[in-house]
């Protein structure tokens, strides 16, 4: 059974950065490692996702912004989120799914979830 703990989330400056962490525990490396995140009153969005092959791929709203890598031996994931603004003010979420899927968009395809970091931008 896979545990995901996050962390390095904060109170951050419009325009500033925050590194996201993931840590997983319990299994190898999985297949695929999300970040996901949630406003108040909205749905769970994608934001990110690295395969265990290295492909990242990224939503729209954050490409050129933030960056998803991993360290393998360490079996963890990070999100580095710069030029932030009051919009991306949310709860961040990690997740693993176990096997393979290029579904990697949605929500429902991950097994996993970390309790959430929490992102307040605002000055």
């Known amino acids: 059974q896979v545990q995901l703990v996050e962390s390095g989330g904060g109170l951050v400056q419009p325009g500033g950065s925050l590194r996201l962490s993931c840590a997983a525990s319990g299994r190898a490396f999985s297949n695929i490692m999300g970040w996901f995140r949630q406003a108040p009153g909205k749905e769970r969005d994608f934001l990110a996702a690295?395969?265990?092959?290295?492909?990242?791929y990224y939503a729209d709203s954050v490409r050129g912004r933030f960056t998803i890598s991993r360290d393998v031996g360490l079996n963890t994931v990070y999100l580095q989120m710069n030029s932030l603004s009051p919009e991306d003010t949310a709860v961040y979420y990690c997740?693993?799914?176990?096997?393979?899927?290029?579904?990697?968009?949605?929500?429902?395809?991950?097994?996993?979830w970390g309790q959430g970091t929490r992102v307040i931008v605002s000055s």
């Open positions: 997740a693993v799914r176990e096997s393979y899927s290029n579904n990697y968009r949605s929500a429902a395809a991950y097994d996993t």
């Open positions: 690295v395969y265990r092959t290295g492909n990242t």
